[in-house]
């Protein structure tokens, strides 16, 4: 079974630039997850999908921070403008719905702002 | 707020005996428990988890204990082995409203000395 795919692994922007990420979850699973991971700290919730539908998104910075699932399969996490702040790993999960308790993550894409 | 915490940045323990990782919670109202390794430049992988219903969960090496009543888990690594270091973060699962919502811990560096 492929795992959670995420592009591109690394990225180095400046800062206002901007900067996209895609995620291709795990076939069949309806729940995708962003998550920031700033060095140091456990990963925090940005935005949950169920299908193409938002969750939760109470975490996300909505004024430099975009997420869609247009179909409900792959999502794309975009920032812009990015801040040196946003330097972190960005990791996509997903799950079943319904199953909370087996949640599988990427291998993350690595932002570093300059 | 931390709703979860692992109090111990790093554990050095040599190799053959006991790793125990602990982690605390404070709201009462988690469904699962979870514990994820991840290594560096890597993803975090899925390890273990246990429900809020039970005590005790075992896989191999790895068990993690739940007490509920002081809001506490621990994971234990028995024997521990060298390819166990990593970061181990501890996250506990919300399902209200339908939704899953994974909170992490910091994180505690595991080094597994030969």
């Known amino acids: 079974e492929a795992g959670v795919a995420q592009s591109p692994r690394y990225k180095i922007i400046e800062k206002r630039q901007s900067v996209a990420f895609w995620c291709n979850p795990i076939s069949g699973h309806a729940t995708l997850y962003w998550y920031q991971q700033i060095l140091g700290q456990g990963p925090k919730l940005l935005i949950q999908f169920q299908n193409n539908g938002v969750v939760d998104d109470s975490q996300l910075p909505k004024d430099r921070f975009s997420a869609e699932r247009l179909k409900g399969v792959d999502s794309t996490l975009k920032i812009q403008p990015a801040k040196l702040e946003d330097s972190a790993v960005y990791l996509c999960?997903?799950?079943?719905?319904?199953?909370?308790?087996?949640?599988?993550f990427g291998e993350g894409s690595w932002l570093t702002v300059v | 707020d931390q709703q979860v915490k692992q109090n111990s940045p790093s554990l050095s323990v040599q190799e053959g005996r006991i790793s125990i990782l602990n982690c605390d919670y404070t709201?009462?109202?988690?469904?699962?428990f979870l514990w994820y390794k991840k290594y560096p430049a890597e993803g975090p992988t899925f390890l273990i988890s246990i429900s809020s219903i039970k005590d005790k969960n075992e896989d191999g090496r790895f068990t993690v204990f739940l007490n509920k009543s002081a809001k506490h888990l621990s994971l234990h690594i028995v024997p521990s082995q060298p390819g166990d270091s990593a970061v181990y973060f501890c996250a506990a699962v919300y399902s209200g409203a339908g939704s899953y919502q994974l909170t992490f811990g910091k994180g505690t560096k595991l080094s597994v000395i030969p």
């Open positions: 709201n009462s109202m988690f469904d699962y």
């Open positions: 999960a997903s799950s079943y719905i319904n199953s909370g308790n087996t949640i599988y």
